[in-house]
């Protein structure tokens, strides 16, 4: 088997005031579709922003985050510039704002190429209108002299695909691309990376609150809870066969056309405050089979499931 | 393109700015008619006999109804003819022009001097917000805000003038020294040192303030996260992503504060006995030399106005969604 593009083990992320991610450890491995879910404020931003170290000023870093091979939490500015855009690139949930409002559109996604050594206007102008052309954006060439404020929001997410991918980076984090988006944008841009991944091979961590999507697109899965690894496994085997109390409970929550009741079950009670100390199992407060021990230890992620009692579910 | 943009943008400022200026010219010339002093008074000079002072008030048409007189006066405008000074008899805009020259030389290396140093400034303060250098500038920035600009001229005259005597305290050159070519521009340069510095301040801490806040909400925002994210360098993101949305703020500040800095001007050529405009409003109103104020009032208006268009459509240029 090949060596992963990217390895995570015990990533910890905290700030002053809370330790938000905590022991996350997963590995995507080269061409690999990979979706991260959880409510929000479960740590999935914050991992995924510190595998191009983008953290907040105030938040520490620990663990260890290889990137090929390479510990990026190691690396030198300059090292870390070199890898951003090119090699592992990120897509931000929301496009209205993830474009700067007074530059074209083009010069936005050339200069993704500048900055890693293309110099050449030509070569620029002709690269921007393919891969505008390439995610779907009718004329390209007057398109990219477009601004901002006249590109409709999937128009943006899709113009902000293709200036991730500008470099055809090993990586793609695509951090709730389409949350922001109406359903019918939401599926052109995953059928966009559905493409990229099979035509590139571009390996995708995937960030979604959105178990559709996942289920969609990813052969893996990772489900996240207050800052930790709850379950990962393959995508049909996480879905139909949960083995975390919490990974049931969101897809119990989940509107299903094969339910007979049809009605959406939301998860009783609130995650916890990051910054309130909580022994044990961190969903022990929320789930159905808490037992003596889980309100004592905190279970390891063993075999994929981070749970003491694992009901069946 | 841009400049296609740019005449098209200030033809259409200059069509709104007409009603402007006949609102500023009609202002202008009832509320100087409305200052306390009767001109043929200070025409006719001491004890004059009422038939004099009549014969005065004919020649100026003073006599007339006020409406009159502006009316006479707009129609000669309209050709260029401002009047005559009551003081000089030259004509007014001959006056205004000669003493043009030295308030742009000084009001411009003002404003151009707080521009660069305010926005180096506000964007390090940015840089750094929150550290005790940015508290520090901070806090220097107010209290340059909050000096009045005569107080700060008097200051600086006593220190490096009387004191130390770096500079020279009044005056645009040396008065026995006729230079010429080079040594004259240095010499001009010398005696601009402290008027500009004073008349600089101001608007030098209210460019680095807006600039710092304008700098501090444009890091803030994701497009600077996705900058970072293509590896940009922190230098890039400054002043090529944040700065590019920043200086809106700033140019609008600039425009918006000319007035003030207009008005600021006239203070300090007095205190430092600069031949500019501002020392001839001074001595126009001393004067009651009603021609003339009028003449600078609307000048300097107009000029207002002026900078005020040329930083909309400067802002327009550089924020594409301000574009109409
Ligand atoms: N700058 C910050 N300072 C302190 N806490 C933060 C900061 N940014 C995010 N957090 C906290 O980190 C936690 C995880 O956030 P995030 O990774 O964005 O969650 P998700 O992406 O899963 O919704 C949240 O509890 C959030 O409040
Ligand atoms: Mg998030």
């Not at chain 1, 190691?74 to 070199?82: G, K």
């Not at chain 1, 090119?86 to 190429?113: H, K, W």
């Not at chain 1, 089979?289 to 994929?304: A, I, M, Q, S």
Request: charged fraction near 20%.
């Amino acid at each position: 088997m090949s060596e992963p593009v990217l390895s995570i083990r015990d990533l910890h992320v905290s700030f002053p005031t809370a330790t938000v991610v905590q022991g996350v450890s997963f590995d995507v491995m080269p061409g690999e579709i990979v979706g991260v879910v959880g409510e929000s404020g479960s740590g999935k931003s914050m991992t995924a922003r510190s595998v191009l170290r983008l953290l907040p000023k105030s938040a520490r870093l620990g663990g260890s985050i290889r990137f090929r091979g390479q510990e990026v939490l190691d690396m030198s500015p300059a090292d870390i510039r070199a890898m951003r855009g090119a090699l592992v690139s990120m897509v931000f949930q929301d496009p209205m704002t993830s474009f700067n409002p007074v530059l074209r559109i083009g010069d936005q996604i050339a200069e993704a190429m500048t900055l890693h050594g293309q110099k050449d206007r030509k070569t620029l102008s002709d690269r921007v209108a393919s891969l505008l052309a390439s995610v779907g954006i009718g004329n390209p060439k007057a398109r990219a002299r477009a601004y901002p404020h006249e590109f409709s929001g999937g128009m943006r997410q899709r113009a902000l695909t293709a200036m991730a991918v500008a470099n055809g980076p090993a990586l793609l984090i695509a951090d709730e691309p389409t949350t922001a988006l109406d359903v019918t944008v939401q599926d052109q841009i995953l059928q966009l990376m559905r493409d990229l991944n099979a035509t590139s091979g571009t390996a995708i961590l995937l960030i979604t609150h959105n178990i559709a999507v996942v289920a969609s697109l990813c052969r893996r899965l990772i489900v996240m809870y207050a800052g930790r690894v709850v379950e990962d496994g393959p995508t049909d085997e996480v879905l139909t066969a949960p083995r975390h109390p919490y990974t049931w409970s969101l897809l119990q929550s989940v509107p299903r056309l094969d339910r007979a009741t049809g009605r959406l079950v939301a998860i009783k009670g609130q995650p916890p405050d990051p910054a309130e100390p909580l022994a044990g199992c961190k969903f022990h407060p929320r789930c159905p089979w808490v037992e003596e021990r889980c309100t004592r230890d905190e279970p390891p992620l063993e075999d994929g499931v981070r749970c003491w009692v694992r009901p069946a579910l | 393109m841009v400049i296609a943009v740019a005449s098209r943008l200030l033809l259409r400022r200059a069509l709104l700015a007409v009603p402007l200026v006949f609102a500023v010219v009609a202002l202008t010339f009832f509320f100087i008619r409305l200052a306390p002093g009767d001109p043929a008074q200070i025409l006719a000079g001491d004890a004059p006999t009422p038939e004099f002072l009549a014969q005065v008030r004919a020649e100026y048409g003073l006599d007339q109804p006020v409406w009159t007189q502006f009316l006479a006066f707009l129609a000669k405008a309209l050709t260029g003819d401002f009047g005559t000074s009551l003081y000089s008899k030259q004509p007014v805009f001959a006056v205004i022009l000669e003493r043009f020259p030295a308030t742009v030389l000084m009001t411009g290396t003002a404003m151009i001097v707080a521009s660069i140093v305010g926005i180096l400034v506000g964007v390090a303060s940015a840089k750094r917000a929150g550290s005790h250098a940015d508290t520090l500038i901070s806090s220097a920035s107010l209290l340059g805000y909050s000096m009045p600009g005569f107080w700060v001229g008097q200051l600086l005259v006593l220190l490096f003038s009387v004191s130390l005597d770096w500079f020279p305290a009044t005056g645009m050159e040396a008065a026995r020294a006729s230079y010429t070519g080079w040594r004259h521009i240095q010499d001009v340069a010398w005696h601009m040192v402290l008027p500009v510095t004073t008349l600089a301040l101001f608007l030098l801490t209210m460019i680095a303030r807006f600039t710092r806040a304008a700098m501090i909400d444009a890091l803030d925002q994701d497009y600077v996260l996705v900058a970072e994210a293509k590896g940009a360098s922190r230098n890039r993101i400054l002043w090529h992503h944040a700065f590019r949305n920043a200086c809106v703020t700033t140019i609008t500040v600039i425009g918006l504060e000319f007035g003030a800095v207009l008005a600021g001007a006239v203070v300090v050529e007095i205190v430092f006995g600069w031949p500019g405009l501002g020392r001839l409003f001074y001595d126009a109103i001393y004067r009651r030399d009603f021609p003339l104020l009028t003449g600078a009032f609307m000048f300097s208006s107009l000029i207002v106005i002026g900078v005020n268009m040329v930083s909309d459509v400067a802002c327009a240029l550089l924020d594409p969604r301000i574009r109409r």
